[in-house]
């Protein structure tokens, strides 16, 4: 598990190796808010706990609204890893069976790569789907697709301990975290 990077101001930035994070603890670049006795590192001299949250002596500016490309590990984190014709989850799919991503409105028909024209299809509806509309073949989405914000796109695909979500609660309130968890 890795170590929960938080900005001067507290705001999660990302999860780092712990030993990137011991090295910032240890050049004073960075305080640890939370660590874990039973995993210590040793060197010769000196015994240090793991860091599992650690937080930034001078605050990084981070630049927003960088616009992310639809990839096929953001889009099923953004669907919660379930179909949106059928509902099935990946955990229910069958031999041979996989999540796919598809175009409601088909590249063959004008569509695009957009995150509003793309869905999380498991490849037994993709397939039934194919070259038409949604409504052409009876078909019909749980959700309507829509861009996620900055934070559902770094946190949905990473794991995080209860103490880390502890954090990430402080920043972003309890309605991140339940955006995160579906």
Not at 108 to 126: K, L
Not at 143 to 154: A, F, M, R
Request: hydrophobic share 35%; with cysteine.
């Amino acid at each position: 598990m890795g170590c929960l990077a938080l900005n001067a101001s507290f705001e999660p930035l990302t999860i780092i190796p712990v030993r990137r994070a011991l090295r910032l603890v240890i050049d004073r670049k960075a305080e640890a808010l939370e660590v874990d006795e039973e995993r210590p590192f040793r060197s010769e001299s000196a015994e240090f706990p793991a860091p599992v949250v650690i937080r930034l002596v001078r605050y990084v500016h981070v630049p927003r609204r960088l616009r992310r490309q639809v990839t096929n590990t953001f889009l099923f984190a953004r669907d919660g890893y379930s179909c949106q014709y059928c509902g099935r989850h990946r955990r229910d799919l069958g031999y041979r069976e996989s999540l796919t991503r598809d175009h409601i409105v088909p590249l063959s028909r004008g569509g695009d790569n957009r995150w509003t024209n793309v869905v999380t299809a498991c490849s037994r509806c993709n397939l039934r789907k194919g070259n038409r509309l949604p409504t052409e073949c009876g078909m019909k989405l749980h959700s309507d697709p829509s861009e996620p914000n900055d934070v559902e796109l770094v946190w949905a695909i990473r794991r995080v301990t209860p103490i880390q979500v502890r954090y990430i609660r402080l920043f972003y309130g309890e309605e991140v975290l339940r955006l995160l968890s579906h």
